[in-house]
């Protein structure tokens, strides 16, 4: 779930597909709503990035993306 949502879904309200998950991807997760309705949510996992790293990461990518836009204005 994005962490924007804030959402938490207890443990056994939560069903993963039946095969072992074994690699980075994207899958399908049934999700029990209320002990009444399940609903089929999409699921992606990913590499875990320490905050730190992905703030340092973002900064290198905003410092790129200045230097780009400055060699062209000289151009």
Partial sequence: ???Q???FVPP???RLPPE???RWG???CDVTVNGLDTVRVPMDVVQFMRP???RFRHWQQQQRQQL???Q???L
């Fill in 1 to 3: 779930f994005p962490r």
């Fill in 5 to 7: 949502l804030r959402v």
């Fill in 12 to 14: 056994h309200a939560l």
């Fill in 20 to 22: 072992p998950i074994t």
């Fill in 26 to 28: 994207h899958f399908w």
């Fill in 52 to 54: 730190k790293t992905k």
């Fill in 68 to 70: 780009e836009s400055s």
């Fill in 72 to 74: 062209e204005q000289l």
